[in-house]
């Protein structure tokens, strides 16, 4: 099939067409592209488009270049290369892809770039040529509960029990909505290192300009005036976004701070009506005990170099996520 390719740096020259390709996918949108290009100094994006033989936009994908990636993150060795994501700019269950009729064009013009290659948060494994593994799963919680109070009650005594404890060990703490970002300061963004420090799975570390987009809806937890947590969401349509989070660990020791504001996640989301809360990737066992379900996504990596290539495809099996396989039976009866 006839195609033609361009290639931009630039979200604000895109095409008005991106967007509609874009669809549900906030992250993929104009002005979110260009939001993060202001506030994150190191990220340069190749934006690639795949045009149809009539001139109208049917594919793309969003590239960059990222030196020390861990390609062992999911397994006990430490493996850093230097590669091209094809990715969004933050860690998000998204993909950084749209994939119309031209497919196989797509990744055809992905193999031409040199080295390393990567695309991230794919909803399947099929791509050829490619090596192809499980990433972080995401976790989905559907809200099929009237209130927070009938959510509980839902579940079965041992985890009903269990968030009664955190709910009340955690009394002493103040949930206060930012009613403007750009409070988001100091205090709370140093709130954000600690998790990216302690963190095995990461890939890039955002700016505190980030946070303070008027796109976000922030909350802190306070614990006698001062901040020890606070969480990032998005509100896309019927779907609630759990974005970052940050953590006072210290504190965390001897109060349930993170716990206590999952459980604010699913109670703001219950009051504004929203359908489904992503919970986003990592900390599986925590919230597939809040009664999330996976939703798997993939990896696929491949190297210009047919023999590295082929070293990566025999090797995949052993990198690639392991999902939990214990099934926790949160509620009385199965939704």
């Not at 950084?96 to 770039?113: S, Y």
Request: hydrophobic share 35%; aromatic share 14%; proline share 4%.
């Amino acid at each position: 099939m006839t195609y033609k390719t361009k290639r931009e740096t630039q979200a604000r020259c895109l095409p008005e067409d991106w967007d509609r390709l874009a669809g549900d996918n906030p992250y993929l949108k104009r002005d979110f592209l260009a939001f993060v290009e202001e506030t994150e100094e190191d990220y340069h994006p190749v934006y690639h488009m795949i045009f149809g033989a009539e001139g109208r936009l049917d594919s793309y994908f969003v590239a960059f270049r990222r030196r020390g990636y861990n390609l062992g993150m999911f397994s006990p060795v430490n493996l850093p290369i230097s590669v091209t994501l094809i990715y969004l700019p933050m860690c998000v269950t998204r993909s950084g892809v749209v994939l119309g009729e031209l497919r196989e064009a797509v990744f055809r013009e992905i193999r031409t770039i040199k080295g390393f290659k990567m695309v991230l948060n794919l909803p399947d494994g099929d791509v050829d040529g490619f090596a192809v593994g499980l990433t972080c799963s995401k976790c989905i919680l559907t809200l099929r509960w009237d209130s927070f109070a009938d959510y509980l009650n839902s579940m079965r005594s041992s985890y009903r029990n269990h968030y009664k404890r955190i709910l009340n060990k955690s009394a002493g703490l103040t949930i206060r909505y930012l009613e403007e970002n750009s409070a988001f300061d100091d205090r709370l963004y140093r709130l954000y290192r600690n998790v990216v420090d302690r963190s095995r799975v990461k890939i890039e570390t955002l700016s505190k300009a980030y946070f303070q987009g008027s796109q976000f809806r922030l909350f802190a937890a306070e614990y006698r005036g001062e901040p020890v947590g606070f969480v990032q969401l998005l509100e896309n349509g019927e779907e609630l976004i759990f974005e970052f989070v940050g953590v006072d660990y210290s504190c965390n020791a001897h109060i349930p701070v993170y716990h206590r504001m999952l459980l604010e996640i699913v109670d703001y989301g219950l009051r504004k009506g929203f359908r489904t809360i992503d919970f986003g990737q990592t900390a599986d066992d925590t919230k597939l005990k809040l009664g999330c379900g996976y939703t798997y996504l993939y990896a696929a990596l491949h190297h210009s170099n047919p023999l590295v290539n082929g070293i990566c495809r025999r090797f995949a099996p052993f990198l690639e996520y392991k999902p939990l396989k214990t099934r926790f039976r949160v509620f009385k009866e199965k939704l």
